[in-house]
């Protein structure tokens, strides 16, 4: 690719860099995270009569369960309960989507890491001897493994009435203008099949916390999650008690990227603390936690695209088949996102039939992962587009450039979109990056090259679901404002996000601020996750601060006896002319506790289009533009260098916006190099991070985050959440990276060296 | 878990003495017991963290007579006599508020689980450097996994690390290539 005529194209840019960081990065937070001292889930050992529980997973992918003998556990040295099925006094289910995953297995197992039953001892050692002492026996199933014949294979859930004895669990297919027609039309057509693997979260602090019985008849969750408020739903029915009587507090979390959306040790801990009257730990191991934990859901695709002489997009079909494992947890949601993103909803195309199929099968269970299945579509259609300018023969991003939406123009479900930033200036600046200038080399082993791809990314749950939020502001009586949200810090920055936004809003300073997150008991906001919590917090701070503020203002005026006209919030108090006169404590004291509370819940903004809104209204843009090294003797890949432009508004904590963008990059480097939990006959491949591998220090690349801000001035929303952006587009920048270097171009994830070496042979030969 | 852990039901328990931060303690262990089992089960470490307990991440690094290892992988019975330090025990440590102070203010951290292994790894690299060692601290964090950041700030928390003052030329490629692309 080369440069481009840039002129005028980028009006605002700015880089993200160490000296962003250094001049605005907030110390508050991160000494009690470097000195050990903040507390995660898994921390809490020193609860008083605490037990440690463990959880007995299945050892086949697929059978019948004819006897699960317990008595033998019970007599165990230091057991204080075993449970099964028959002991889950409510719903022996759970699922965000559809209640379809037993709490304990009663008559049948899915996948290897379904649980059977589950201990409570006094120490870890003596629950998993007693787990080896629980007898299960089983009638092996004929294990559904492979995603694309799982249809015609007997179903997992065949005693589900719910899914009509298939193993096909949603099918679902978006259409625009006559496909046929369009292919009809297309000078060139490019049809390819694309598979990305089943990635796996790797939080360095695996699933786990406590559950802390109220003795009566209540649970309090302090575990790792990311939805507290819907949490509490599902363990209600479980636990069969009212809603009243749970409650859960999310710790600070030691990483989630969706795989702790779902629950993950709160059922088995809930039920033994209410069992043993007694507060349970649970915390998986890492075996357990590859085993029976939430993954990405690898797709395998079939995409035919095709454009005119001038290289506008006619046409483009889609058939992707999603393996969304032994229970659907968060898969049909992944699906809805993985088929907007395949539409391609940063470009005009005249036509397009967008089919994808989520089925069950043996392999685990997948469900919520940062991007959401939008980077795996991604992927394929911007692969797809290269494909087409090969084809053509003009430059990736002049193909591109052709068919890029602008900001007036609906969004590819036809909905009305909000544009950070018109498409065409995010290629022009990422056209325009030095890594372009260095070219391709081969130095006889190493060969390297350069790439690009573009990715969109929506804010928020999408598609008409039930989406909306809500924060409370009140003055604690230790005299800090305090602010409160249902959101869970799991290491996203949001607590600094908040901080300073406030901090903006109020005038105050960091130390007046005191960010509370994560209670069920407070205000509901919904999940963490869709890249929707900064969105929320911008919406609902927006709204709340000038009400709170002038109610504390006319409060202030009569405490201090100043016309209230005159008072303005400054650091550590209220100033008049600026002077202090009264300090934010001196102000709490002057009221009753909560006394100066003000609530605010916002609905998520959605197109407004009709009723029920389709695809994503508040859209980002990131193009990545990725440098590599192909090793000619061993195939290996290196990623020395990644560049991003992202278009998603005004940069509120730039340290949080560069490291969300720097860590989600690497993370899809990882999906694109090195990582997939296969399965074989049900059986996953990995047992730990000896064998899967991500990303380390020296695999990392060097990274330049470059912002477009020029969110037009009438956006309503301009603040946008950048959690998932960055994973958007770095694996198709790679493979185009790794054809601009090799001549290959790879279409099936993670890039396999051996295959590389051949396909290079292969090239070679044809030269 | 238990298809990896095959333990007697019964593990003999026997008292392990070692220097934990300075102090003389002894701790009951069991024989399979590990150096981070025992840290974690008193409840007052908790900046040495489980995360693969086959060594591969180093969210348990800890200094054994003042080298980086993870905890994981030192069994209890080879603690007599050892000296072990946690970021607990450092917080007075000049060479740990240095390193403290590099990850704070270059952000090199997010959830912060991994956190503490990475500071142990570095305070154990500049030591070693003190001593006269040629030291690249980037290989100091080889086996410090982190899944949050991708290593952007660590990189640059580093290279602070390495600049004049604490003279070493540890990552070659750190500042100067960041600051040409």
Known sequence: MTSENLQGAVRKLMTLDGNSVRNATSKMDLAPRIEGGLAYATDQRHLPGLLHGAILRSTCAHALITRVDTSRALNMPGVHAVIKADDVPGLNRFGIVIRDQPVFCDDRVRYEGDAIAAVAADTPEQARAALDAIEVDYQPLPVVSDASLAEQQTAIHSSHEEHGGSNLLV??????????????????IAE????????????METEGGVAIPDGKGGVLFRVGCQSGHRDVEQLADILGVAREKVAVESMATGGAFGGKDELTVQPAAGLLALKTGRPVMIH???????????????????????????GRLLAHKVEAVLDTG?????????????????????????????????????????????????????????????????????????????????????????QTVRWTAPPADVLAAAVASPLWSRGDTDNGRWLTGTGMAMGAQGNGLGDGLPDSGGGRISLSPAGRICVEFGFTDYGQNIVESITRSVCNGVGCREADVEVVLGSSRGPDSGPTSASR???????????????????????????????????????????????????????????????MTANASQDFPVAPDSEHPVGRYLQLQIATVARVEVDRITGRVRVTDLHHVTAAGPVIYPPGYLGQIEGAAVMGQGMTLTEDMTAHEGRYQADNLDQYLIPTFHDAPLQRV?????????????????????????????????????????????????????????????? | MSDHYPLPETPAQQNISFELNGEAVTRSASDAGTLLDILRESGQITSARPGCRVGRCGACQ??????????????????????????????????????????????????????????????????????????????????????????????RAIARLAAPGCADEADGRSTSEQEKL
């Open chain 1, 284 to 310: 998986l191991d890492r075996f357990e936690s590859c085993r029976a934990g939430i993954k990405r859901h690898p797709v395998s695709v079939k995409m035919t695209t095709g454009c005119d002489a001038a």
């Open chain 2, 62 to 155: 800890v200094l054994l007579d003042g080298c980086a290892v993870p905890s994981c992988l030192v069994m209890a019975w080879q603690l007599p006599g050892r000296h072990v330090q946690t970021v607990e025990g450092l917080n007075k440590d000049p060479d740990f508020l240095a390193v403290r102070d590099a990850l704070a203010s270059e952000s090199a951290l997010q959830c912060g689980y991994c956190t503490p292994g990475f500071a142990v790894s570095l305070v154990a690299g500049i030591r070693q450097r003190r001593q006269g060692s040629k030291v690249d601290l980037t290989e100091c964090v080889a086996g410090n996994l982190c899944r949050c950041t991708g290593y952007g700030g660590l990189r």
């Open chain 1, 533 to 595: 919590s900064t969105v929320l917090v911008h919406g609902v701070l927006a709204s709340i601060l000038p009400r709170w503020m002038d109610a504390v203002r006319g409060h202030a005026a009569r405490v201090s006896g100043q016309p209230e006209k005159g008072l303005e919030f400054g650091p550590g108090g209220i100033f008049s002319d600026g002077r202090q006169v009264l300090s934010y404590r001196e102000l709490a004291e002057s009221t009753n506790p909560g006394g």
């Open chain 1, 171 to 188: 099918r679902e297919t978006l259409e625009c203008g006559d496909i046929d027609d369009a292919l009809s039309r297309c000078t060139v």
């Open chain 1, 706 to 767: 470059d912002v477009l801000d020029n969110t037009p001035e009438d956006d309503p929303y301009p603040v946008r959440g950048v959690g998932e952006l960055g994973i958007e587009a770095v694996a198709p920048a790679i493979t185009a990276a790794i054809e601009a270097a090799t001549g290959v171009r790879v279409r099936r994830l993670p890039v396999d060296p051996g295959d590389l070496l051949v396909a290079m042979a292969a090239q070679e030969q044809n030269l």
């Open chain 1, 192 to 203: 390819h099949h694309y598979q990305t693997p089943r990635q796996m979260h790797v939080f």
């Open chain 1, 326 to 414: 032994a229970y659907a947890s968060l898969g049909p949601a992944v699906l809805e996102n993985y088929l907007d993103h395949a539409t391609a909803p940063l470009y005009r195309i005249e036509a397009y039939r967008v089919s994808g199929r989520l089925v069950y099968t043996n392999n685990g269970v997948c469900g919520a992962f940062r991007g959401f299945g939008g980077n795996q579509a991604t992927f394929a259609v911007e692969s797809q587009l290269d494909e087409l300018a090969r084809g053509l023969g003009i430059e990736p991003a002049t193909l591109r450039r052709i068919n890029l939406r602008s900001p007036g123009d609906a969004g590819s479900r036809n």
